[in-house]
C-alpha cells in the first residue's frame, strides 16, 4: 500500500532548493568574458596601427636613400661631362666640398670625382626630399676602365669585344633620413660611361 501525502509536493534535492540570484551570476560571467575579449581585441588593434605606423616611418627612409641613388648618378654624369662642379644644381643640391675646381689645393666635388684628390669618408652631396628629411650621399671613385663589347653588346649592358669607350666607376653610399630619427642606407655602383649622355 503506498503512503498518502497530505499536500501534493515534488521531492527536491537539498541543494537545489534556493535558486535565487543565479541568473545575475551567469549574466556576470558572460559580462566578465565578453570584457576580456574586448579588451584583447583592442590590444591587438593598438599593436596592428603600431607596426603600421612603424612600416611607414620605414618605407619613407628608405625610398629617401634610393632616391640618393636615383638623383646622384645625374650629378655625377653632369659633372663629368662638364668637367665642373655643377652650380646650376644648387639648390636642389648641396655639395659639401666647397672650393674652385681650378685650385689645386681645393677639395670639391668635381675634383673628387675626376680622381685629382684622394677621396673623404665624409658626404659629399645632400638634398631634401620633402622639406625635412634629407638626404646624404658619400661618393668613392673606384677608377677608370676601358669598356669592351660591340654596340648591340654595350647596348645590351654586356661587355665584348670591339669597342673602346671608357667608363669610370663610382660607390655611392645613400642615407635616406625619415620621421622619429629613423635612417636607411643604401649602398650602389654607377658606372659613367664617358662620351655618352645620361646619368643612369
Do not use: C, H, W
Request: net charge negative; no cysteine; hydrophobic share 40%.
Amino acid at each position: 500500500m503506498v503512503p498518502a501525502f497530505k499536500n501534493n509536493r515534488k521531492m527536491v534535492l537539498p541543494g537545489l532548493k534556493n535558486e535565487n540570484g543565479s541568473a545575475i551570476v551567469m549574466a556576470l560571467i558572460v559580462l566578465v568574458t565578453l570584457t576580456i575579449l574586448g579588451i584583447a581585441v583592442s590590444n591587438i588593434s593598438i599593436t596592428e596601427l603600431f607596426i603600421s605606423g612603424n612600416d611607414v616611418v620605414k618605407k619613407i627612409s628608405f625610398f629617401n636613400a634610393d632616391s640618393g641613388v636615383f638623383a646622384v648618378p645625374k650629378v655625377i654624369s653632369k659633372a663629368i661631362d662638364d668637367r665642373e662642379t655643377p652650380a646650376s644644381l644648387s639648390p636642389p643640391f648641396t655639395f659639401i666640398d666647397i672650393g674652385d675646381d681650378t685650385d689645386v689645393n681645393d677639395r670639391t666635388f668635381y675634383r673628387e670625382l675626376s680622381g685629382l684628390v684622394d677621396p673623404d669618408a665624409g658626404t659629399d652631396i645632400t638634398f631634401k626630399n620633402d622639406e625635412t628629411n634629407d638626404t646624404q650621399v658619400d661618393i668613392e671613385r673606384m677608377g677608370s676602365y676601358t669598356l669592351v663589347g660591340g654596340g648591340a653588346e654595350f647596348g645590351s649592358g654586356a661587355e665584348g669585344q670591339g669597342t673602346s669607350l671608357n667608363g669610370i666607376r663610382f660607390n655611392m653610399n645613400s642615407t635616406g633620413q625619415g620621421p622619429k630619427n629613423s635612417t636607411t642606407n643604401i649602398q650602389a655602383r654607377y658606372l659613367k660611361v664617358l662620351g655618352t649622355a645620361g646619368g643612369l
